[in-house]
């Protein structure tokens, strides 16, 4: 159990466009969400956290209205990248707490977002 | 300081070798403790998780936590080349699931 569906897991983009990524909670209520960005040999970086229904809380130095994150109901979050640029190009993670075992987080597959 | 401390590697061993992975964390807060494996370009994978000081073995794998020297260890035995990828120690408190703080993780390649 406790498996996290992230969406899609591979977007090329042109610069300026917009680009969203799904992330599901599939057989658990996922009280809490959060995204990360990982560069390359790095470890992760927690971007934001957000609850269902309320918004988002960003971590320091992430822009709000560069990376949107709507948590509309207990099993689905997105992530949108406002006019993207090629340095919003990285490996985009969510992850989902609520799951089989309360205190732990569930991953997903990432999503790696390529921008031109 | 960071609060989690992970030996970065790479650490490369034979297949069959016993592989020793570690970190220390300075908070004492922390109440729960996970083991993470992630493959390259994927989102990582809850392999070991633990609440308390001691061992907790799952087929291969052994996860150990000294509460007192803050430190915790992932143990793989007779290790396989399918067991290479990086591994993330993370920790966090109690309650529902609340931010994790990562250790920066340990690249291991297992060479057949």
């Known amino acids: 159990g406790a498996v996290v569906s992230q969406h899609p897991s591979w977007v090329i983009c042109k610069s300026g466009t917009s680009v969203k990524i799904e992330c599901r909670s599939l057989?658990?209520?996922?009280?809490?969400m959060f995204w990360y960005r990982q560069f390359p040999k790095q470890s992760l970086m927690l971007m934001a956290t957000s609850n269902e229904g309320s918004k988002a809380t960003y971590e320091q130095g992430v822009e709000k209205d560069k990376f949107l994150i709507n948590h509309a109901s207990l099993t689905l979050s997105t992530l949108t990248v406002t006019s993207a640029h090629p340095e919003d190009s990285s490996f985009y993670i969510c992850?989902?707490?609520?799951?089989?075992?309360?205190?732990?987080?569930?991953f997903g597959a990432g999503t790696r977002l390529s921008v031109l | 300081q960071k609060e989690v401390e992970q030996d970065p590697g790479p650490l490369s061993v034979p297949e069959g070798a016993i592989v020793s992975l570690n970190c220390t964390y300075s908070n004492s807060a922390f109440q729960y403790f996970m083991w993470y494996r992630q493959y390259s370009r994927k989102g990582p994978e809850l392999l070991m998780y633990t609440y308390s000081s001691g061992n907790k073995e799952d087929g291969r794998f052994t996860a150990q936590v000294d509460k007192s020297s803050k430190y915790i260890s992932l143990f793989i035995r007779d290790s396989q080349p399918s067991d290479s990828a990086t591994y993330l120690c993370a920790m966090g408190y109690s309650g529902s699931a609340r931010q994790l703080t990562f250790g920066s993780g340990t690249q291991l390649t297992v060479l057949p």
């Open positions: 992850s989902a707490g609520g799951g089989g075992v309360k205190n732990i987080q569930y």
């Open positions: 057989d658990f209520q996922a009280t809490t």
